[in-house]
């Protein structure tokens, strides 16, 4: 995914319900595996245990 955009990408969450999630969230969905950071997706992060606060891992190049 850091590939398809030039900015810092912060990884929130990793679950095993991808099919589920894509399908519950899809009003929600920009374009492929991004979303727009409404109510609802911010909610399904954090109950798979992630973390706006403490991203799981970074990627990008944010400020260069």
């Known amino acids: 995914l850091a590939g398809q955009y030039p900015d810092c990408l912060e990884l929130l ?3 095993g319900l991808e099919k589920e999630l894509h399908e ?3 009003e929600h969905r920009v ?3 991004w979303f727009e950071p409404h109510e609802d997706v911010l909610q ?4 798979v245990g ?15």
């Open 13 to 15: 969450s990793i679950g």
């Open 24 to 26: 519950s969230l899809a």
């Open 31 to 33: 374009h492929g595996e």
């Open 44 to 47: 399904a992060i954090h109950a």
């Open 50 to 64: 992630g973390s706006l606060e403490k991203p799981i891992a970074i990627a990008g190049m944010k400020g260069i």
